[in-house]
């Protein structure tokens, strides 16, 4: 054996593990990896006006025949898109977003049941499936579903497009949606507010645990954003034609920050 081979075992047979031949366990000290001093959180909100709405427009058909329930819906909802155009929409702000046939079966009538004598299930299906020829098709109709989303960016027009969209033939309108398209000086604010606010609270901590605050050791965000307003408004095929009166409101943009200030 060499001499490097020898030292080596050695060394090995001189390692004593903790607790064993009578000697006392000892304990490891584990260091924390979290940063030391005071952890806070803050939160800011800046209030806009929305300049975007967006807004989901719907036509429904139905016939016994697919193509002709088909060929009616296209029909209305070209019409309500050229008259969604001539209020001013742009292309790119028009998405179909839904089309949809569906059969949808209606049940069997039953033949009437005599008073003296009612006849047993089995019987009574026998009776309708006599009375029914071979080759009929199934009760029913088909119903088409075609819906568009539409981004309006003249709020102002809001009502007008509304109006002429159900007077066009759209029957349902639903989801309108505002926000603000570009939030980014208001999120400025809203962190703006968020930092001061765990800066504050931060002083408070110190202050109260009679430690002086220190420099910043780390930053983090998380959360906030565009606290979207839905109207929850839904329009009806029954609605008036006129303008429809819309109220935009007012939006909220929040942030949320998580500051460690170190301590001295």
Request: with cysteine; aromatic share 4%; proline share 6%.
């Amino acid at each position: 054996m060499s001499r490097s081979k020898i030292a080596r075992a050695f060394a090995l047979s001189l390692f004593v593990v903790p607790g064993s031949f009578g000697c006392a366990p000892q304990t490891a000290v584990v260091q924390s990896a979290l940063p030391q001093g005071i952890s806070v959180n803050g939160h800011g909100e800046a209030q806009g006006q929305p300049d975007i709405a967006r807004v989901t427009l719907g036509v429904e058909t139905r016939s016994k025949v697919a193509t002709e329930a088909t060929d009616l819906a296209n029909q209305q909802m070209a019409a309500v898109i050229a008259a969604i155009k001539q209020q001013g929409v742009a292309d790119k702000d028009i998405r179909t977003q839904n089309f949809s046939v569906n059969f949808e079966q209606q049940p069997e009538p039953y033949p009437p049941v005599p008073v003296d004598a009612p006849p047993s299930k089995e019987a009574t299906r026998g009776a309708v499936a006599a009375a029914a020829p071979a080759n009929e098709l199934p009760r029913g109709f088909y119903r088409v579903s075609n819906t568009v989303q539409v981004s309006i960016r003249e709020l102002g027009k809001l009502g007008a497009i509304l109006g002429g969209a159900t007077s066009a033939g759209a029957n349902s309108v639903w989801g309108i949606q505002f926000d603000i398209e570009d939030p980014s000086k208001l999120e400025a604010d809203a962190r703006q507010k968020a930092v001061a606010q765990a800066r504050a609270r931060a002083e408070q901590l110190a202050q109260l645990a009679g430690v002086k605050l220190g420099k910043v050791i780390s930053v983090g965000e998380s959360g906030g954003g565009v606290m979207q307003r839905d109207s929850g408004f839904g329009y009806s095929m029954k609605a008036a034609n006129a303008a429809v009166p819309v109220q935009s409101g007012e939006l909220t943009v929040s942030q949320d920050v998580q500051i460690v200030y170190a301590t001295e």
